[in-house]
């Protein structure tokens, strides 16, 4: 950040705008909060718990696609994988067209234990989800969008 460009709201800028970023500066530090949480009643390193995001929204995957996914080289995913292994959270199963390779998959209770935490917070957003019109639903959702493009815009992706 140049010294001339301020995040801070500039001189006479509207109060919602300062609302808007402080309440997403609120929740991405409660998202950050929920995941350490989430972490030690998991027994998963920050590393681990990507690994298990993505295990558990896209299936199994490769070590490789997971290290590529991921943004980081083979041989830190590969002891990321060890000790989620290690610790039970996932299993390892053979690659069911190439039999050099390997799939990582969450082992078979981790979804119903990570749940056990999740589940306040998904029915919590659900909840306010309903108690939304469906105009309002639409302003967030395409609010979100663009913050999401914004944070891609931002890291090149």
């Known amino acids: 950040m140049t ?21 997403l500066r609120n929740l991405t530090r409660r998202q950050q909060r929920f995941e350490r949480y989430l972490g030690r009643q998991m027994h998963v ?17 490769t ?24 610790g039970g959270h996932v299993r390892r199963q053979p690659h069911p067209s190439d039999r050099r390779k390997v799939l990582v998959a969450p ?6 234990a ?9 029915v919590g957003i659900g909840e306010i989800v309903e108690s939304m019109t469906v105009q309002e639903q639409a302003v ?13 815009r931002a890291t090149k992706a």
């Open 3 to 23: 010294a001339n460009r301020s995040t801070d709201p500039q001189p006479g800028a509207p109060a919602e705008d300062r609302t808007i970023r402080d309440q």
């Open 45 to 61: 390193d920050p590393a681990g718990l990507a690994v298990m995001d993505r295990l558990v929204s896209a299936g199994p995957v």
């Open 63 to 86: 070590p490789s696609e997971l290290a590529r996914e991921l943004s980081t080289s083979t041989a830190a995913m590969t002891l990321v994988i060890d000790r989620l292994a290690d």
């Open 107 to 112: 082992a078979e209770d981790w979804e119903e």
């Open 114 to 122: 990570a749940f056990e935490h999740v589940e306040p917070l998904v």
């Open 140 to 152: 967030v959702a395409a609010f979100l969008e663009r913050a999401v493009a914004a944070y891609d």
